[in-house]
């Protein structure tokens, strides 16, 4: 069995390969840029979608980023899919955002629709965000602050690698894991101690600014994402500040066996390893 693996390249899909990899899966990588090895896929050319599916019986499916209504855009690979006997079907979703909300909502039930055996993962924010590329990461290692509009609100953030091991179990484990998963790490924290941690961890001192919606949609506009989509991310904050992510759940643990690593682990792992958290 060949696994397509959308968004290939990113935070939970390079983790995804590996982990496919790991359990002598066959993998195929799409990218718009593809490298030796992985197949040219773009969302917005259907005509990209025949050759990557050719042959899969699963993928992972990360819906194009930064696009606030995905759904319309990801129709026509999903119709490809179900026509050439694709089984089963991993969205990559959010916990944010529930089945039939407007954005990945509504792909959640596009998905469940078409697909035979679905899965919908839906995440709490990636402990990923505070390493490598992410604004959060590069505001605290460049201006030593993390700038949210969450007040004290609390996230239970979880691992890519723990998403990563969830996907690789409903895309190749012997049976299909239909339904949705809230994934989470083992706590919530406040991103006042997110802060504390990497301060920790890395000794860098690293501080939390908390800010109204407008501010930090404003901020987001000017690091260059789209209008609709910043106000969308800094109305998620909102309701974080609200207490929404605030809970953690048992996901992780029932579908690999073991419990979701801590954010002090990934962050110093991280730090040790390629010393990308300083
Ligand atoms: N960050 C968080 O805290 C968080 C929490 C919950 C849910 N999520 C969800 O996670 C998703 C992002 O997942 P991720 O972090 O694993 O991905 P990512 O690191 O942002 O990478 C996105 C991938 O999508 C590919 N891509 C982007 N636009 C594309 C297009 N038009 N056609 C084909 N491929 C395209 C890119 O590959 P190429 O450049 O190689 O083409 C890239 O590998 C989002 O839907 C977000 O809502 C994020």
Known sequence: MTVLITGGTGTTGSRVAAALRGRDVAVRIASRRPAAGQVHFEWTDPATHAA????????????????????????????????????????????????????????????????????????????????????????????????????????????????????????????PH???????????LSYAEVAAVLTEVTGHPVGHRAVEVEELTARLVAAGYPSDFSAMLAGLDADVARGVEDRTTSAVQDVTGRPPRSLREVVGDAHLSAGVAR
């Open 52 to 175: 990557a599916l050719d042959g899969v019986r699963a993928v992972y499916l990360v819906a194009p980023v930064g696009v606030a209504d995905p759904a319309p855009i990801v129709a026509p690979f999903l119709d490809e899919a179900r026509e050439r006997g694709v089984r089963r079907v991993v969205l990559l979703s959010s916990s944010a955002v529930p089945e039939g909300a407007p954005g990945l909502g509504e792909l959640h039930r596009m998905v469940c629709a078409s697909a035979p055996e679905p899965t919908v993962l839906r995440p709490s924010w990636f402990m990923q965000n505070f390493l490598g590329d992410h604004p959060h990461a590069y505001s605290a290692r460049t201006e030593g602050e993390i700038v949210t509009a969450t007040g004290s609100g609390r996230v239970a953030f979880v691992d890519a690698g723990d998403i990563a091991a969830v996907a690789a179990q409903a895309l190749s484990g012997g049976e």
């Open 178 to 188: 239909v339904g949705e998963y809230v994934l989470t790490g083992p706590e919530a």
